[in-house]
Structure formats: C-alpha cells, structure tokens
C-alpha cells in the first residue's frame, strides 16, 4: 500500500526550532490531505495540523497556531512541520497522516496510512 516515514524529531530547548518531515511512498496515485497529530504519554492522539492537496487550506489546533507551520510539496509526496517557538507541553510523539488513492491491479483503491511516529520533546 502506501508508507510514510517520518524524520526530524529530536531534543530541543524551550524557545527552540524543529522541523518534521514526513514522505510517502508506494504506487500511490494521489495524496488528499496531509497532516500531523501528536500523542503525548498518557494522552490521546490529537489533531496539530492538517493541509488540502493543493495546499490552500490548513488548519491548526488552538495551542500551535502562529508557532507551527504545515506545508506539503506534491512533487516529492512529502508534508512537513515548522515547529517555532517550543514548549515543553509540545513534548509528544508526533505522527504523519496521509488520505488518498494509491493504484492496484484492478484500478485505484483509497487509503488512510499512518507514520511510525518521531518523538518531539522540549525541555524548560
């Protein structure tokens, strides 16, 4: 089917930078939306950001808007994630999400593939 992989996380201070990215890959025929959640120990999976196909609409959850940044580039299957600005309580494992189409014998059938995650954590 379709894998994605993600890379870029890491140890970082409070006020500090990261950014994720996340390709995809397999016989893939298209990619709709994009996007990052996280999941922090003890704590459900939540929504950080998501991005459209053509990359003209994103969405942000209230706590990471202004210090994060999804964009997409549909050439390499890739999404990625600027993370400004960190805090601690951003410390989380971080997962790539993809939704799309990807081609089979019989014609094209829809997905929904998730990254191994990467972990994210800030110190104060």
């Known amino acids: 089917q379709v894998q994605l992989v993600e890379s870029g996380g890491g140890l970082v201070q409070a006020g ?20 990052w ?5 003890g704590k459900q999976r939540d ?33 990625y994630l600027q993370m400004n600005s960190l805090k601690p309580e951003d410390t989380a494992v971080y997962y790539c999400k993809a939704e799309g ?7 094209s ?3 929904v593939s998730w990254g191994q995650g ?3 954590a800030v110190s104060s």
């Open 47 to 79: 929504l950080v950001a998501t991005i459209t196909n053509g990359g003209g609409t994103t969405t942000y959850a209230d706590s990471v808007k202004g210090r994060f940044i999804i964009s997409r580039d549909n050439a390499k299957n890739a999404v």
């Open 109 to 111: 059938q829809s997905f």
């Open 118 to 120: 990467t972990q994210v």
């Open 101 to 107: 189409y990807y081609g089979t014998t019989y014609g």
């Open 37 to 41: 959640y996280r999941q922090a120990p």
């Open 16 to 35: 500090g930078s990261l950014r994720l990215s996340c390709v995809a890959s397999g016989s893939i025929r298209s990619i709709n939306a994009m996007g």
